[in-house]
């Protein structure tokens, strides 16, 4: 069949370059405009876009190194951690979100230097009971990253059982990672808490019994939010598991890790 070679009205135009920012291809812009795909890198080239091309020649307007998560690493298990407690994958198309408040925003170009993307940080604006809070963030538009990070338990929905296969010297990382996308350690007393689903929490609690010979943390359920946590009290638990999740450490978020 041969495609039509329309023109594009400038609010069309417009349309272009916002879908294409939020990560449309050239070639199923072209699909729906019913133009060809060259006249869709012209558009963009024409307004200073870079037009860069992944795997397949599909154009796309940012870099990525799309094998970030592919094999083992500290980094990659830190930030399969992070993604479990603190990311979110779209319902239908291949995109990671990574969304901090607007203080963390260190913390996401970490994030930004992990994957190798020069896509810019995103800042948000969200209303909340008549305040008004800001975030910031990055969609990662990634095939090959939504599927390697379900090795660390991340997807729709999210995969506990997974956690269990993680290679023992990766865990620790990938346990910093939760940790600081979903708990808290205390500055000022022996305490560490960890948010999540029962079952995540009680595998979790189960390795670090197998690794570190530790008892058992408590696990409850909060009476207002029905949320779960996992909490270690005492001085030899908190400094056991604290010494194991930043032994040989290179990233962690600013702000939990204890002096």
Known sequence: MTRKYTYLTDEQKLDVIDLYKNG??????????????????????????????????????YTINHDAFRDFTEQSAYWGGFLYADGYIHKTR??????????????????????????????????LNGKIFMSCGNEIVSKDIVEDVKKYGVGRPRNPLSINELPNEYFPHWLRGFIDGDGSISKTKPRIS???????????????????????????????????????????????????IYKDATIWLNRKRPT
Request: proline share 2%; glycine share 4%; with cysteine.
């Open 24 to 61: 449309w291809t050239c070639r199923k812009l072209a699909t729906k405009y019913n133009i060809d795909k060259s006249a869709i890198s012209r558009l963009l080239k024409n307004n200073n876009i870079p037009v860069e091309y992944d795997r397949e020649g599909k154009a796309r307007l």
């Open 194 to 244: 960890i948010v999540g689903d029962k079952k995540l929490l009680r595998i979790i609690d189960d390795r670090l019994i197998e690794l570190l010979g530790i008892i058992h943390g408590s696990i409850f359920k909060h009476t207002v939010s029905h949320v779960y946590y996992l909490e270690y009290y005492t001085r030899d638990k908190t400094k056991k598991i604290l010494d194991y």
């Open 94 to 127: 291949p995109i990671i979100v990574v969304a901090l408040k607007s203080s963390d925003r260190e913390h996401v170009e970490k994030f930004r230097k992990f994957i190798e993307t020069n896509k810019p940080i995103r800042t948000y604006e969200h209303k």
